[in-house]
Antibody
Framework: QVQLVQSGAEVKKTGSSVKVSCKTSEDAFATYASIAWVRQAPGQGLEWMGAIMPIFGSPTYAQKFQGRVTLSADDSTATVYLELTSLRPDDTAVYYC?????????????WGQGTLVTVSS | QSVLTQPPSVSGAPGQRVTISCTGSSSNIGADYDVHWYQQLPGTAPKLLIFGNNNRPSGVPDRFSGSKSGTSASLAITGLQAEDEADYYCQSYDSSLSGSVFGGGTKVTVL
């Protein structure tokens, strides 16, 4: 059973940064699996932010977040990280990590429990 | 404004059939990328419901089915049950954006 366990809720000030972790099962670091990040603002829909293939450490980012988001992976702990900088109140959202699979295009097979990030001024 | 367009809400009585549409364009669904569907119950993480247009992961009831044609896709729920009341999202890949895109979500209400 694939499990993704995320870090706890965060409260941040406008202009600061946040780093959210997602501990995965170790095979994600031994295969060509990718871990994606998807966020959901309160009462809103889902928004893809980017993905990383831990075995290569090569991330891809949504154009909207280029320059503000960094995805990284630590194979010693089988943990993937999302760092978002220059936080604004509209970054308030639940951030999900997801184990990605592929058919003709990626999809999100397994999900973490979500991490609420609240940004206040 | 989402790249994929879904109706905000659909409703049906228990036992009825409802469908949710997902309309894209030539850079996503119309470019032959697969469509996937997720169910999100209140306060929980999304759950994969349909992948690769019409495939159900293990454990998903066969009351749920997906289809795709041209630049659109649909999710059908037959034999609607109270437990199906949730938000549903479609998702695909967009070559112009070089990333995954979602629909805005559809709230299914069981009357």
């Amino acid at each position: 059973q694939v499990q993704l366990v995320q870090s706890g809720a965060e409260v941040k000030k406008t202009g600061s940064s946040v780093k959210v972790s997602c501990k995965t099962s170790e095979d994600a670091f031994a295969t060509y699996a990718s871990i994606a990040w998807v966020r959901q603002a309160p009462g809103q829909g889902l928004e893809w932010m980017g993905a990383i293939m831990p075995i290569f450490g090569s991330p891809t980012y949504a154009q909207k977040f280029q320059g503000r988001v960094t995805l990284s992976a630590d194979d010693s702990t089988a943990t993937v990280y999302l760092e978002l900088t220059s936080l604004r109140p509209d970054d308030t959202a639940v951030y999900y990590c997801s184990r990605q699979s592929v058919t003709k295009g990626p999809y999100f097979h397994y999900w973490g429990q979500g991490t609420l990030v609240t940004v206040s001024s | 404004q989402s790249v994929l367009t879904q109706p905000p809400s659909v409703s049906g009585a228990p036992g009825q059939r409802v469908t949710i549409s997902c309309t894209g364009s030539s850079s996503n669904i119309g470019a032959d990328y697969d469509v996937h569907w997720y169910q999100q119950l209140p306060g929980t993480a999304p759950k994969l419901l349909i992948f690769g247009n019409n495939n159900r992961p293990s454990g998903v009831p066969d009351r749920f089915s997906g289809s795709k044609s041209g630049t659109s896709a649909s999710l059908a729920i037959t034999g609607l049950q109270a437990e199906d009341e949730a938000d549903y999202y479609c998702q695909s890949y967009d070559s112009s954006l070089s990333g995954s895109v979602f629909g805005g979500g559809t709230k299914v209400t069981v009357l």
